[in-house]
């Protein structure tokens, strides 16, 4: 490696940020990639995840404990990684108190990643006022919660990162997840909205499309199709995305803000309707 290679690696150090990363609950999760690489990156790392979901859908990885058990791993290899109480993120209380439980142990945080996210299938006809409601509660009440209080606690002066997740609803139908598509839709205007009014407290503020992305959700013949659909051949990884999210939190993404980035490797939707 020459010296001009290894000042580029550099300036994707996150020394000195303390980053706040939300649905972190199993160790598969795109939450978790994302807590291991911004630790190794340098970061101190707040973690908070709602394992009771990941065990409601019964993800083969979902145990109770696993967002500290995640921390553990990681502190016991060095790195600053530290387990937030975990919760629902539907109460509408939940988002200002996570954050001020991450202040609190972890100290003034400077990174944002709303990496949580609620998704239940029901097609038109099978909608109810509840199902709908969770979706908007998760998804987008507790992100907009969640930027608010992030922006009263951020130090004057210094430069702040929030990036959101959304899903490629924007590319193409979801058809049977219409009620997740239309707050993730919510968060696309989101991301627009805060970057300019945050704009003057030197926050930026991105969003990332991962695409489908392999967590261990699917398997069988429709995993292989879908697989068929990219390229390469491959899903999408969970540190794919963590690799795009340690980018934009890095010095390398300081001119980026208000952006939404489809990192989903050229998937080709054709006409499949997801």
């Known amino acids: 490696m020459n010296l001009t290679q290894s000042a580029e690696d550099s300036s994707l150090s996150l020394d000195g940020q303390t980053i706040l990363v ?30 009771a979901y990941d065990l409601k859908l019964k993800y083969p990885d979902a145990t109770a404990d696993s967002t500290a058990k995640l921390a553990l791993e990681l502190s016991e290899k060095g790195f600053d990684v530290i387990a937030l109480s975990p919760s629902d993120l539907a109460d509408p209380v939940e988002p200002e108190r996570v954050m001020s439980e ?5 100290g003034q945080l400077n990174g944002l990643v709303l990496n949580h996210a609620y998704s239940t299938s029901n097609p038109i006809g099978e909608w109810t006022a509840e199902h709908i409601d969770a979706h908007l509660a998760v998804n987008v009440r507790a992100s907009m919660l969640m930027i608010q209080a992030f922006a009263r606690q951020a130090e004057s002066g210094r430069d702040g990162v929030i990036t959101l997740f959304t899903s490629g609803q924007y590319l193409g139908p979801m058809v049977n997840e219409i009620a997740y598509a239309v707050s993730k839709e ?60 340690q980018f ?3 010095e390398h993404a300081r001119w980026i803000t208000g952006q939404v980035i489809a990192s989903e490797g050229g998937f080709q939707r054709n006409s499949r309707r997801f």
Not at 28 to 49: F, L, M, Q, T
Not at 186 to 204: E, F, H, M, N
């Open 22 to 51: 939300t649905g972190v609950s199993r160790p598969g999760g795109i939450g978790a990639a994302i807590a291991r690489r911004c630790a190794k990156a340098g970061a101190r790392v707040a973690i908070h995840g709602s394992p």
């Open 102 to 106: 991450a202040v609190e142990k972890a």
């Open 186 to 245: 919510a968060i696309r205007g989101l991301c627009t909205q805060a970057a300019a009014a945050l704009a003057p407290q030197k926050i930026r503020v991105n969003c990332i499309n991962p695409g489908p992305t392999d967590t261990g959700y699917l398997d069988g013949p429709l995993y292989d199709q879908i697989a068929g659909m990219f390229p390469s051949g491959r899903w999408g990884t969970a540190d794919d995305a963590a690799r795009l999210v």
């Open 248 to 250: 934009l939190h890095s």
